[in-house]
């Protein structure tokens, strides 16, 4: 099973730090993690790469990323305090960055209502691995054409992208 989320990180919680976040009690996909392991996938830039962009035979499509998997042990959180303070963290988090953020009130009926529909929950990272594909298996020249091509484009992913595998190229 897998849900899209916002998650925030708590760099201090566990040995490697923990993974906050919320979903809708209607999914029924944390009562299944409960207590078990679990994968978070953080996707960073991807990019398409044509073999045309080699300037060479025998070559093939390929799909250069950057991600992050995480793995731990996933615990629901359903207490009203507990609940109160994880969607607050993560209310103030991702309301950080507006001009005037917006504050959760748990006073109200209407969010009173509204906790009871969703349920939080801590991962404790267990392992973090780095996945890190930008063409590593190629010469640099070719390196070179598929950063070059990237960054003609338009999208962020493809320029960021090139960036990574020049940095790359550089060490």
Do not use: C
């Amino acid at each position: 099973m897998a849900s899209h989320l916002p998650f925030i990180l708590d760099e201090n919680g566990g040995q490697q730090g923990l993974i906050l976040g919320h979903m809708a009690k209607a999914n029924r996909q944390w009562r299944y993690a409960d207590g078990q392991q679990v994968l978070v996938v953080f996707h960073g830039p991807h990019s398409y790469v044509s073999p045309t962009w080699y300037e060479e035979e025998d070559v093939v499509p390929t799909w250069n990323y950057v991600a992050v998997h995480a793995t731990g042990i996933f615990k629901a959180v359903e207490d009203r305090e507990g609940m109160e303070g994880l969607v607050g963290r993560l209310t103030d988090f991702y309301e950080a960055s507006q001009p005037q953020p917006w504050q959760a009130d748990f006073s109200t009926e209407y969010n009173v209502q509204m906790m009871k529909r969703v349920v939080g929950f801590e991962i404790e990272i267990t392992q973090l691995q780095g996945k890190w594909k930008l063409n590593q298996n190629h010469p640099e020249h070719r390196r070179r054409r598929v950063s070059g091509q990237l960054k003609t484009h338009d999208g962020d992913n493809d320029r960021q992208i090139a960036g990574l595998i020049d940095e790359d190229l550089a060490q």
